[in-house]
């Protein structure tokens, strides 16, 4: 694979994504400057913890993109049981062995969006996050929030 191949299929993904944003309710993609790194803003579910806050993400490309998944990261601070504290997201299709080329940035995104909506406690990068959510969800509702308003 070339990059000449990723540059085509990125490409090809953000312009069908910019055509399509009315369809991704709560996601915004601004135009990358550079094509191998893209940011994008998630807007927290309603009716979650996570409704009140705004959230940035990166995405970063390498050659191998479709084959290889991209590297995608949480810029904004989050309290969640699959996020770690520097901000990368441990969801299934982002693993090397549940990638495949059919996956794109809109599946991405919007897996990230139903992690935030539906946390997975059993496979967890932050496991105070995870304890708490099965422990006490009122609590771990209340620390979310808390996260949201600090970064405010």
Same mark, same amino acid.
């Given at each position: ?65 479709? =084959?290889?998944?991209?590297? $995608?990261?949480?810029?904004? &601070?989050?309290?969640? !049981? +699959? ?21 794109? =940035?809109?599946?991405?995104? $919007?897996?990230?969006?139903? &992690?935030?909506?539906? !946390? +997975? ?32």
């Amino acid at each position: 694979m070339t990059s000449n191949f990723a540059t085509t299929r990125l490409s090809r993904e953000l312009s069908k994504l910019q055509s399509d944003m009315n369809n991704l309710e709560g996601i915004t993609i601004e135009l990358p400057t550079n094509l191998m790194s893209w940011n994008a803003t998630i807007k927290g579910p309603p009716n979650t913890p996570y409704e009140e806050g705004t959230f940035n993400i990166t995405l970063t490309f390498d050659n191998d993109y479709p =084959v290889k998944p991209p590297s $995608v990261k949480f810029l904004t &601070l989050m309290y969640h !049981p +699959n996020i770690y504290k520097d901000g990368k997201i441990c969801v299934d299709i982002l693993q090397p062995s549940e990638w495949t080329p059919a996956q794109n =940035v809109r599946t991405i995104l $919007v897996s990230i969006m139903s &992690l935030l909506m539906d !946390p +997975n406690p059993s496979s967890p990068a932050n496991r105070e996050a995870a304890e708490l959510y099965m422990k006490d969800k009122e609590e771990y509702n209340k620390k979310v929030r808390q996260f949201i308003q600090t970064n405010k």
